[in-house]
C-alpha cells in the first residue's frame, strides 16, 4: 500500500519543486483550479456581524429555532440564523476578572493573547440550557446559559475537567444524552484526554504503563448512531479525529522522522461504556485508535474533518483535510481525503499493535485475542452471555485494553488515494452538506476554508473534486477558524478572528447562459429553459403550480444539456472597429472561467495563436500590433472548456490607411490600449494547467 501511494507523493512534490508544464502533469489530475474566482469586492448577498468582540471560533447554529449562537473571547453572541447583521442580536459578557488576567500573567502566559476568557464550548444541553465553557485566563469555567432570556447564571462550574487552559489548542466537544464528551489537552501541563463528565458514570483515557495519546491535538468528533441500522443491537460511537507523535514501527519510513513525527489518527469510544470494574475503573474499555493516511504520512497535519451521512448510519462518511509539508518547508500545499466509516470499522475489527519490550518497538500482535472481543461495545450477542455492562467484561479482555489501543492496520481513504491535492493553499476548516438535485442523484458539496480567509467550494465527483469557485470572504487575511452550514437558511457561516460572515450556498444567478450555469457543476444550480435564467434547484421545490420545468443540470460531466435550448441567448453582438495601419488595437475579451481557454478565430475558421503575425493573446483580449490590412476581418473569441465552444465576443475589423474617427477618440483608444497592454499577459502562462 506504501508503494502505491509513494509514487503519487514523489510526483507531486517533484512537480512543486522542479517548477515546468511536463513535470506538472503527473498530479494535475488531482490538483483543481477553482472555476470562479470570487474577490471581495465581487461578493453577493453575503451578510457580517462583527462584535466588541474578537476570534469568533465556537459556532452552534440551532435550525429549529433559526438562531446562530457564537462563542467568541470574552463574550457569546445570539444571532439570527435568517440574517446574522439584522443589529437585533442579543449578546453575553464573560470576561475573566482583571485579577483573574493579572494572576495568569504572573504565571507567565501571555496577557495580550492567553489571558481572557476565550469560549471554546458551546452547545444545547437540554430544552432550556445552552453549556459554554471558556478558558477564563487559564482557569477554565462552564456555565449553563438559559437560551431564552440568554444569560449568564449566578454560579458557574469547574471547567477543568472540560475545556482547555491554553486558548490555541485543539478542542473537541459534545453534549451526548446530558453527558460531556470532550477531547482536548487538559490542565496547566497539557494533558490530552478524552473525558466524558457531567455523566454517572465519568471516564477518561488510560496513562499507565503506557498512554493511550501522546501529544495528540484534536480536530473533531461525532457522534455516530450506530445502533439505530444494527440488528444485533450495536452501541452508538463517538469518533474522534486528531494528530499525536507516533510511537509505533513504520511511522517513519524515513529515517531522520522516526521519533519525532507526528500522525492523523481515528479514535472511537462506545456511548455505553461504563468503564471497569477492577482494571480500567473510571477509563474507557472500549477505546482505540488507529492510523489516518491520506496521502503520504510523514508529511500530513491533519486540519479540518466533517461528518456527512445522507442515508443513515450505514453510508456515514468523513472528509478530512490535511496539510502537507515537507522538511524543506517552502512549500504549501493541502489534500482533502474520503474515508468510509466501513473501512474505520473493518480496521477496529482486524489486528492490534503491540508493543514488543524485548525489541523495544511497536509490531503487530500475533498472539491469540481474549474474547469478548477487546475494545468492542456490549452488544446483543455479548448480553447473551452475561455480559450487560463493560463492568462485566473479563479482566483478561480489561488487561488487554489496557496494552492495545492501537490498530495495526492504518484507515486508508476511499480508492486509496486523495480526492484533491492542492498547491499553494492552507486549508484550515471544512464543512460539508449532501446536496440532492431535482433528477434524483445526491452530490456531497464541501466547504474548505483557507488560512488566509477564502472558502473553496467544491462537488466531489466520483473519485475527484471539482471546485466550482473560491471566494475571498474577508478583506483582512485571516484564518477561517469555523464553518457550519443551514441547508435550512441555504446559507454558509463562517466564523474568524474578526467576525462571523454569512454567504449564501449558491449563487446561480452568476451564470448568464445555459452552457455557464451547466459549466459551473454546481448541484444548487439549474437552467430553468422557460425562464432563460440559472436559478437554485431549491426554489424550483415548489409544486403548487403543477406545472413544473425541468430544469438542465449536468454536475456528473459539466457539458451536456444546453444543445437544445434554445436559452443559451442570442449571439454576442457584432461590434466594428477600425484601425490605421500600423496601430495596435485590442479586442477585448474577458474569459470568465478560469478553466477556460481562450481560442480566436479569424473569418470563423483560422485559429490565432499568441506571437503569429502581429497577434497577443491575453487573458482579456486580443492585442493586434502593427495592424496591416490583412488583419482586417471578423474575430471571434470563444471560451474552450470542457469540450465545449463558447462564442463570448465578435468584432470586425478594418485596417485603413485613411484618417481615423477623430484624434480625440484616438487618442483616448490609444490610452487604453497601452492601459490595457500592461494587463495584457500571456494565456500559456497562467493557464497551462487546462492545457
Ligand atoms: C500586560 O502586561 C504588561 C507587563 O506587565 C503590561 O505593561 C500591560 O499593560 C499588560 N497588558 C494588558 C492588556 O493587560
Ligand atoms: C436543563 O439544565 C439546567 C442546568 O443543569 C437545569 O437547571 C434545568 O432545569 C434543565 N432543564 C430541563 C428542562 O431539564
Ligand atoms: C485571536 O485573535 C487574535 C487577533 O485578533 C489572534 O492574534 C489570536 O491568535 C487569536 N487567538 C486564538 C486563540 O485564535
Ligand atoms: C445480566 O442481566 C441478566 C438479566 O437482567 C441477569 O440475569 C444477569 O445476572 C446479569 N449478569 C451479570 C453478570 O450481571
Ligand atoms: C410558491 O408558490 C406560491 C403559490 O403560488 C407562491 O405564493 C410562493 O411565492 C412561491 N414560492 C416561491 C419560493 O417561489
Ligand atoms: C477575412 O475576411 C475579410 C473580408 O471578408 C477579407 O478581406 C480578409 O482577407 C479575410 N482574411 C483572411 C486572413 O482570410
Redesign the pocket.
Known amino acids: 500500500m506504501w508503494g502505491r501511494l509513494l509514487p503519487l507523493l514523489l510526483s507531486f512534490f517533484t512537480a512543486i519543486a522542479v517548477p515546468g508544464p511536463s513535470l506538472r502533469r503527473p498530479s494535475r489530475e488531482l490538483d483543481a483550479t477553482p472555476r470562479m474566482t470570487i474577490p471581495y469586492e465581487e461578493l453577493s448577498g453575503t451578510r457580517h456581524f462583527r462584535g466588541q468582540a474578537q476570534n469568533y471560533s465556537t459556532l452552534l447554529l440551532e435550525e429549529a429555532s433559526a438562531r446562530l449562537l457564537v462563542g467568541a473571547r470574552g463574550a457569546l453572541f445570539s444571532l439570527s440564523a435568517r440574517d446574522i447583521g439584522d443589529g437585533a442580536h442579543k449578546e453575553i459578557h464573560w470576561e475573566a476578572s482583571p485579577e483573574m488576567?493579572s494572576k495568569c500573567?504572573q504565571k507567565g502566559k501571555n496577557?495580550?493573547t492567553e489571558c481572557f476568557n476565550h469560549v471554546r464550548f458551546l452547545q444545547r444541553l437540554n430544552a432550556t440550557h445552552l453549556y459554554a465553557c471558556g478558558t477564563h485566563a487559564f482557569q477554565p469555567l462552564c456555565a449553563a446559559i438559559d437560551a431564552e432570556t440568554f444569560t449568564l447564571p449566578t454560579s458557574f462550574e469547574e471547567g477543568k475537567e472540560k475545556c482547555p487552559y491554553d486558548p490555541a489548542r485543539g478542542f473537541t466537544g459534545l453534549i451526548i444524552d446530558g453527558g460531556l464528551y470532550t477531547a482536548t489537552r487538559y490542565e496547566f501541563r497539557s494533558i490530552p484526554d478524552i473525558r466524558r463528565s457531567r455523566h454517572p458514570h465519568s471516564l477518561r483515557t488510560e496513562e499507565a504503563p503506557m498512554h493511550w495519546l501522546n501529544d495528540a491535538e484534536f480536530v473533531f468528533s461525532v457522534l455516530v448512531r450506530e445502533s439505530k441500522a444494527s440488528a444485533g443491537g450495536d452501541d452508538d460511537k463517538v469518533y474522534y479525529f486528531f494528530t499525536e507523535r507516533a510511537a509505533e514501527e513504520g511511522a517513519g519510513s524515513f529515517p531522520q522522522s522516526r521519533n519525532s513525527h507526528r500522525v492523523a489518527r481515528v479514535a472511537r469510544v462506545c456511548k455505553g461504556d461504563l468503564g471497569g470494574k477492577k482494571i480500567l475503573q473510571k477509563k474507557w474499555t472500549s477505546f482505540l485508535k488507529a492510523r489516518l493516511i491520506c496521502h503520504i504520512p510523514q508529511y500530513e497535519t491533519l486540519r479540518g474533518v466533517c461528518s456527512l451521512d445522507a442515508d443513515g448510519p450505514a453510508r456515514t462518511h468523513f472528509y478530512a483535510a490535511f496539510t502537507l509539508t515537507t522538511q524543506w518547508k517552502t512549500l504549501e500545499a493541502s489534500a482533502i481525503c474520503r474515508y468510509d466509516l466501513a473501512e474505520v470499522q473493518a480496521v477496529f475489527a482486524g489486528p492490534y499493535m503491540e508493543y514488543q519490550d524485548g525489541a523495544r518497538r511497536w509490531g503487530r500482535y500475533e498472539g491469540g485475542v481474549p474474547e469478548p472481543r477487546p475494545g468492542s461495545c456490549i452488544t446483543d450477542s455479548l448480553r447473551s452471555r452475561g455480559y450487560n455492562s463493560s463492568q462485566d467484561l473479563p479482566s483478561l479482555v480489561l488487561d488487554f485494553v489496557k496494552l492495545h489501543p492501537l490498530m495495526a492496520r492504518p484507515v486508508v481513504p476511499t480508492r486509496g488515494r486523495p480526492l484533491l491535492l492542492k498547491r499553494n493553499v492552507r486549508y484550515t476548516h471544512l464543512t460539508g452538506t449532501p446536496v440532492t438535485t431535482p433528477a434524483g442523484p445526491t452530490y456531497d458539496l464541501l466547504f474548505l476554508g483557507t488560512a488566509d480567509g477564502w472558502i473553496h467550494k467544491a462537488v466531489v465527483l466520483g473519485s475527484g473534486m471539482h471546485i466550482i469557485e473560491e471566494m475571498q470572504v474577508f478583506r483582512e487575511p485571516q484564518s477561517v477558524e469555523n464553518l457550519v452550514v443551514s441547508p435550512m437558511q441555504h446559507s454558509l457561516y463562517v466564523g474568524a478572528t474578526s467576525g462571523v460572515i454569512q454567504l449564501p450556498l449558491s449563487s446561480c444567478s452568476r451564470y448568464r447562459s445555459c452552457y455557464d450555469c451547466i459549466l459551473a457543476r454546481d448541484p444548487y444550480c439549474g437552467w430553468n429553459p422557460s425562464t432563460h435564467a440559472c436559478i437554485a434547484t431549491t426554489t424550483q421545490a415548489n409544486r403548487s403550480q403543477g406545472r413544473r420545468t425541468t430544469l438542465i443540470q449536468d454536475v456528473e460531466r459539466g457539458n451536456r444539456g444546453c444543445e437544445s435550448s434554445r436559452g443559451t441567448g442570442p449571439p454576442p453582438p457584432l461590434k466594428t472597429r477600425s484601425v490605421l495601419r500600423g496601430d495596435d488595437v485590442l479586442l477585448p475579451c474577458d474569459q470568465p472561467s478560469n478553466l477556460a481557454r481562450a481560442l480566436w478565430l479569424l473569418n470563423g475558421s483560422m485559429g490565432l495563436s499568441d506571437g503569429q503575425d502581429g497577434y497577443r493573446v491575453g487573458v482579456d483580449g486580443l492585442l493586434v500590433t502593427d495592424t496591416q490590412p490583412e488583419h482586417s476581418g471578423n474575430y471571434g473569441c470563444y471560451a474552450e472548456e470542457n469540450g465545449l465552444r463558447i462564442l463570448l465576443a465578435a468584432y470586425s475589423l478594418t485596417s485603413n490607411n485613411g484618417v481615423p474617427a477623430g484624434p480625440c477618440s484616438f487618442a483616448e483608444e490609444l490610452s487604453r490600449i497601452l492601459e490595457k497592454r500592461k494587463h495584457t499577459q500571456l494565456v500559456e502562462q497562467l493557464d497551462e494547467s487546462s492545457v
Open positions: 488576567q500573567h496577557n495580550q
